[in-house]
């Protein structure tokens, strides 16, 4: 497609310096855009390339300089928030299922809302019920029971089991289970582990977006529950009877043991790992590959194994890297207080 710039600028409410009159057919990242992509400044790292992109045009903060005459510049607050708007608007892409495929099979007593699409293969059991505009794409499995709201997308070979309810605007990537058994054994006095029946449900609020190969498991009893605007990263294991707050981020391959609960806005960085019943209080943000072992009940930034405030990650992480320096200065002192205590010996022995 062909934008104009004004167009772009005046969407996004920026002032434009340069030629306003040059067309964008694409968008790119700053470093990598080529003649008649639009790109942005953000990051501090990508300041450098500023002055070497090839893009026709590039969104920049007012502090930003503006001196080449080769590129027009679109001056925002915030490059980040523009240029995601102007994608959504007029890039992004575009997704196409339309109508029931005669492969699907549907229940008889399923409802559909009205302007749905369902694909090749898909199953809807008996007693689903799903919303108006929801997409549902090829060879995904819904179990009975199982409520969908308006204006979901659910992309092929996603699994929702029994009885989980899915609010509106919900969106789930290829290959993520909702609803399977929570890890629930009981070791008799043989040793022999037990099954549990997970007999809960699952529960997604409106605005959650679900990554590829997330597990979501069901509650053991009542429901594993993921608050409205969350979003979950990409081989995310959350267990049975987890609570997660409203507008969360978890990044991928987390995972949450059961019954924790992490208040609103906590974000996850990868490979975190919670233990089971804790709690997260809001705000709160896990550094990549942590270990939480306990509650936290003080918003802030924490690190580590096991996870600390990071400024006291920080101090104990500069100590461990000077432990040479230290055994050497512990191997000096040692050696002065022998010598002192030599001396004093044999002033003592003189006297």
Known sequence: MKLKIKDAADFVGGKIYGDDSIEITNVAKIDEAKQGDLTFLYLPKYFKYLDTTKASAVLVKPEHNKTRKDISYIVVDDPNVAFRNLIIKYFATEVNLCGIDKSANIAENVKLGENIAIGFNVVLSEGCEVGDGTKIFHNTVISPN???GKNCLIYPNATIRENSIIGNNVIIHSGTVVGSDGFGYLQNKDGVQLKIPQIGNVILEDDVELG???????????????????????????????????????????GISGSTKLGNKCILGGQAGLTGHIELTDGVIIGAQSGVPKSISKPGIYFGYPAKELRTTHTLQAHIDNLPKYVERIKLLEEKITELENQLNKNNGDN
């Not at 529950?225 to 987390?254: F, M, P, R, W, Y």
């Open 212 to 254: 590829s190969n997330v597990s979501i498991d069901r509650a053991a009893l009542g429901s594993t529950i993921i608050k409205k605007g969350t979003k979950i990263d990409n081989l995310v294991q959350i267990a049975h009877n987890v609570v997660v707050g409203e507008h969360c981020a978890i990044s991928a391959q987390s």
């Open 146 to 148: 199982v409520k969908i």
